[in-house]
């Protein structure tokens, strides 16, 4: 079973959510629970439009610069991460990937040119981008952002601050349950022996993400 919280951290979480409820020019930024939905169908978290912002606007939102690669399975399933490594997000510290929107062709491309090819406990096949292609992906919208918090979350706070899932789905995987927040463009992996993983999509892509989770096994630490 998960520990609970060491007192550190929910005592970070308690702050966060209190100053949930205290006046606006008090009112703590960037927490992951501060979701919301544009005119437009994207979802804001973290002051981004996921599914209209591109790479080099969340670089420079951030003043961080990821790790770029195409994630390839055998299944003939491919993906375009930037990989953000563990820096503060408001009061929290947390892990961040961007998955970018690209064409087949160009994804063909970013293999060929890349730097260093790496075999994944997952089953896939890592792609570095060479410097050249960074650039070229720096220019593309994030279809999904999928933010790793370093503490565990416990149920009764996730809850209190994301509300009851619209629907709770169980994984294939042990200890991993999926709740779904479709009105929120939100879900997140509860893990009962982990850390919880928070998906973020435009209501457009959320049945594609939803499929994509219960298919497979849920982003994990690297």
């Known amino acids: 079973m998960k520990h609970r919280l060491i007192t550190s951290s929910l005592l970070a979480l308690t702050l966060g959510m209190a100053g949930c409820d205290s006046s606006p020019s008090q009112k703590p930024e960037d927490l992951p629970w501060q979701v919301t939905s544009t005119a437009e169908g994207n979802t804001q978290v973290f002051h981004l439009d996921v599914g209209k912002v591109t790479l080099k606007e969340v670089i420079e939102r951030f003043h961080s610069f990821p790790e770029m690669a195409v994630f390839a399975h055998e299944s003939g399933k491919r993906s375009l991460e930037a990989y953000f490594s563990t820096m503060r997000i408001g009061l929290f510290e947390a892990k961040l990937i961007a998955e970018l929107q690209a064409e087949p062709a160009m994804l063909d491309s970013f293999q060929t040119n890349h730097t260093k090819r790496e075999g994944m406990a997952s089953g896939q096949w890592k792609y570095t981008l060479s410097e050249a292609d960074m650039k070229i992906a720096n220019g593309l ?73 219960l298919e497979a096994k849920p982003t994990n630490d690297r």
């Open 141 to 213: 919208r994030v279809q999904r952002l999928i933010y790793m918090p370093m503490i565990d979350y416990d149920l009764d706070i996730v809850v209190a601050r994301f509300g009851e899932p619209e629907e709770r789905v169980a994984s294939s995987q042990a200890g991993i349950e999926y709740w779904f927040y479709p009105s929120k463009g939100l879900t997140i992996a509860m893990n009962t022996d982990g850390k919880e993983i928070l998906y973020y999509t435009a209501k457009a892509d959320f049945a594609a993400l939803k499929q994509t989770l």
